[in-house]
C-alpha cells in the first residue's frame, strides 16, 4: 500500500483550532454534551475538546461497524451507550469521517430515542463521493471528493491510526 501524506500536523491544528472557535461560539453556556464516537474519532475529539473554551460534558458511543446488524427500526447496535442521560440535552456528536452516510444516520436515529433537545454533528472529514444518505453536517474539519485516508485516528483494518498526519492509502 503506498502512503501519500494528505493533511499535515500544522493544517490538522489549526483547523480543529478554528472549529473549536466556532463550537464555543455556537453554545455560549448551554453546556452541550460532546460525544466521540469511537474508535476513529479518539484524536480528533481529544484536541477538539481540549482547544474549546466552553463548559462541556463529554462521553463516547462505539457503534458495530461496517455490515453489522441492524434492528428492524433502522437502528444501528451501540456495543457502548452513552452514560450521561442525552434528555433534553444539546448534544454534539464527534465522528471521524462521513463517508456513505450510513453509520452516522443510524447513529443519529438511535440517539434521538433518548430525546435530546438537541443533535449537531461534528466530523473531521466529510468525503463527497460515495454519499447515499443526506447527513446534516453541522461542523466538519475537511471536505475531500474522494480517496481513503488513514491516521489521526481513521484506520486500514485497525492499522495506522496512530499517525499523526493524515495520508492517503492507494494499492
Ligand atoms: P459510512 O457509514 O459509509 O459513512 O462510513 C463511515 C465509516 O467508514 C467511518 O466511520 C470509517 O470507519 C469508515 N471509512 C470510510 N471512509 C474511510 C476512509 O477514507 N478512511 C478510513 N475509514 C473510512
Ligand atoms: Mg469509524
Not at 3 to 21: G, N, P, W, Y
Not at 40 to 63: K, M, N, T
Not at 95 to 123: A, F, M, W, Y
Amino acid at each position: 500500500m503506498k502512503k501519500t501524506l494528505f493533511i499535515s500536523r500544522d493544517a490538522i491544528a489549526q483547523r480543529v483550532a478554528e472549529l473549536a472557535r466556532e463550537i464555543a461560539r455556537d453554545y455560549g453556556q448551554d453546556k452541550p454534551i460532546l460525544i466521540g464516537v469511537l474508535n476513529g474519532s479518539v484524536f480528533f475529539f481529544a484536541d477538539l475538546v481540549r482547544a474549546l473554551d466552553l463548559p462541556c460534558e463529554i462521553d463516547f458511543v462505539r457503534a458495530a461497524s461496517y455490515g453489522m446488524s441492524m434492528d428492524s427500526s433502522g437502528c444501528i447496535r451501540l456495543t457502548k451507550e452513552p452514560e450521561i442521560p442525552l434528555e433534553g440535552r444539546r448534544v454534539l456528536l464527534v465522528e471521524d469521517i462521513v463517508d456513505t452516510g450510513q453509520t452516522i444516520s443510524l447513529l443519529i436515529e438511535t440517539l434521538r430515542h433518548q430525546n435530546p433537545k438537541e443533535l449537531k454533528i461534528c466530523v473531521l472529514i466529510d468525503k463527497l463521493e460515495r454519499r447515499t444518505q443526506e447527513v446534516p453536517i453541522d461542523y466538519y474539519g475537511f471536505r475531500v471528493e474522494e480517496g481513503f485516508l488513514v491516521g489521526y485516528g481513521l484506520d486500514y483494518a485497525e492499522q495506522y491510526r496512530q499517525l499523526p498526519e493524515i495520508f492517503t492509502l492507494e494499492p
